[in-house]
């Protein structure tokens, strides 16, 4: 071939390469920790494979952010990284999975948190499963079984003096939910028994609110200020004061001799976990997918259940995962679901600061269970907060 | 013949300039790379500083805010129904918080019932954990943040909504109190990335050819925005020819759930100013100091292989046999020694030349003596009967006998034959003295004196001489300054002296013949002691025409003679020379000491 046809061909080629359109980068909103953030960035978002443009959203304010985004349609992302609970609420504005993603290894406790009611549209890809468990060091001995009694019996086994404050639990109505199933209350703002009632309506939320803002001074230590619960709870693990401590594998990432780690299940112990979904409005929902394919992949499951502790959603994830991210998982497997509403995220709006008041003596359990429910029959009736359209 | 060392002044300066490149290049290289990453460091922490300080007063203001707010909601919530009560709490709020521009207090129903109506599109009822900042909105030329606290009695129950607008003016306030560099900018974004507040107008400053997000928004435009965004900590970036640094405000403990981010902007040129001047000072000096150091080398890299060249050259010389060739070689150190080793070497090469040169030259001169001993002793022999022979016929002759004049030409020239068969015979006598002190006279031989007093023999010269040079017009004068006995026998030095008055007298007799007789000339003997105090000096000294210097270096050799034909034989100074070498002195020719006439110098060793 004459140089000259050479010489054009390479600058056809290199003109080509140069005006080649670059792939649009997948959108992608996360709800991810500040480890997984960076792992994500460092990694998958970083790859040759997948050009990202993620954006954070504060798990805090995730669902309503998710909820004006997916409302308004604009800034439309591609792929959405959700809490299962989110999931009802946001049904109407999301695309079911490909079936390609329906077909693989799910364990069944990822395979349940993807569809609704018996609704056998898939609407996300599981991306991990979480819930509370019972973390104790392997040297100390486990709750004879896993309700809650034999919990604190096993913690005031272990309070080695009056101040001691064996056992770790949190402020909160996630943590308060395993007490109140087992005084057969629940959350959930319509009754099975009784159309329009809450879950909280008998005395068992009252007794469970009760015996559970009593073990604060007593078997656990009082309340750090709202927002510290986390490295308060981690600096106290680490420095050997809990010896039975009820967490989620979300905290298990930050602790060091993971080896050392025994886990337990706890009976009615709420079990959820993180969803992949594709919104209606994404301008790349098969790349969306794709994106959810790879977070899903065995080796990403792997890589993040070692860096994290996350608990697989895949089987053979799971097989190689480390050992303490299956025993967490077979102890979520005794764990029972939220209940698939899309009002049950907001329930704890109203639980959460109705316990701290209790636990701070500011109310009575009576007292605080009442305002509940006034606030739950509120949101059973539809009153959702949202005010009357006013001017911009 | 040796070529020119030029490919070894390459080599040298090859070799001097590695070593200058060489280090100069790493130093250079170490220096630009270690200031760039340097600045690198102070840019990113300084550019972090200002984020964490903007970042902080942000905080803080935002979180005195959203405490006085969430107070004030507590309060209120206490007793909801006493309108007088709200009435001063909100106007109390507003005092405690300037920053409120619009307040609205609903009830649990969502029901305004206190203050300005709530912005459209405001959430007071999700998911929120008891409140919230949400985005930025922008409208009147404002830009504002709404803050939701959710009111809750004592025992936890909701009891109404507090939804305050907060004027973010401040925020550009706090981003102009910061102190930036040249082209530096703060800009804070929020969650959408569009812009809050920044320290200049940095919309439209990006392109927006791919954004589909809000207007303004600079998320998909700026790199920095989006890592930002996507980061849940801070970090630093550079791309589009700005350096970055970026925070997400959800950093901060009180600001949980804000998906706002601060960015501090710099041009890369700017904020790498001080490397590039570090750069190009490096390679400014660098090359300046490349540049001396090559000169440097070139200057040492000639003047080291100059020297080498001339050796070069000075040998190819001495190779081609002319050793003495070209002025001595200089040079440093060990050059300048080996310059001087060849010369040295040259110098003896060409002592050892003339050596051989004489000893061929005595070889022959030996063997031509040897001939002429054995020839002079063959004639001589003869020559004594032919002169007996003429005398005797001379005196058969009687007066006027017309034979008589051919047998005195016969008799005369027998003589003069005779003396120089003498003189043959003298020269190529050799005495038995090798060394002085080591000669023992031969049973029945001549004897030898060995303590001889010169001024006995310079005396008895003038007595010898005198007649002969009142006839050639000249005067005999000594200088007796030393009366030291020296070490030859009295009858060579008397020789030696009765010859060398003889030529000066004949010298000047030819030189009062040319100028007709009109001048008178003297002839000076001097005895004085040497230099050293262990020989004796004695010049022979006239005022004659001297000795022209072209045949001073023959003037020794035997048959080598300026006088007329059959006038000198030319063994004279050769006997001279003989005598004085075999007594251990030595005989030079010379000016005298003003210039006129000749002058020869002896130096015999004392007794």
Redesign the interface.
Known sequence: MPVRSCVLVILAVVACGGQAPAPA?IRFLHT???GE??LF?ATI?GSERFAV??????F??G???I??ILHTA??CPDLIRIDATWLPGLRSELVPSPPDLAGLDWTPEAASLVTIDGDPTRWAVPQSVDGLVVVRDRERPAPATASIDDLVAAARAGKAEPRSYPLGIRVDGYWLLPWLRSEGADLSIVSVDVPGSTGLDGDGAVRALARFAALFGDLAAPPPPA??EAPDELRRWQAGELAYWVTGPWQLGALRDRDRLAVSPLAHAPRGGQLLVVPRCA?HPADGWKLAAELTAVAVEVRFAESFGTVPTRRSALDAAPPLARAVYEALRAAEPLPRDPRT??L???L???????IAH??TPD??I???R??WR?LAAG?????????? | MTKPSSSLRWRVLLVLTLAAIVPTVIVGVLAIVRARADVEREVNRGALAHIRAVGAALDGTLQGARRTVELAAATWADDPDDARRTQLLTKRLRRDVPIVSALSILDAEGELRHGDPVPKGVDVGSHSFGGYIGDAQHAGGKTVVHLVVQARSRTGELMGVFVASLDLEFVRDVIAAARLGDGARVVVVDGTGVPVASSEDVAGRVPGEAWVGPPGSLAGRDPAVDRALASTVEGTLTANGWVSAYRNLSSYQSLRGVRWAILHQQPEHEAYALARRTTRDTLIIGGGALAIALALGVFFATRLTRPLAALAHRADAIAAGNADAGSPIKGPGEIGVLGQRIDEMARRIAERSELQTALARGDRLASVGVMSAQVAHEINNPLTTVLGYAKLLQEDKPEGHPDLAALELIASEAERMKGIVGGLLEYARTPRQSERGLETPAAGGPTYEFNCQPAAVVRHVNALLGPQLKKARATLTSEIGSTASIAIESHSLQQVLVNLVQNSAQAMTEAQARSDGATRGTITIAVKPAPGGIATLITVSDDGPGIPHKDRPRVFDPFFTTKAAGVGTGLGLAVCKHLIATAGGSIEVGDRADGRGAEFRIVIPNA
Do not use: C, I, M, W
Not at chain 1, 352 to 358: C, E, G, I, R, S
């Open positions: 980068p991810f920790g500040a953030t960076e960035n978002s443009e993620s954006s954070l959203v504060p805090a304010r669902q309503q952010v909820s004006e604009t800034s927002g510290s301008k995220p907001l704890f709006d109203d959460n600061p109705a316990l701290a008041a209790v500011d109310a007292e605080a009442a305002g509940v006034r606030a509120r009153v959702t907060g949202h005010p009357p359209e006013g001017p911009p």
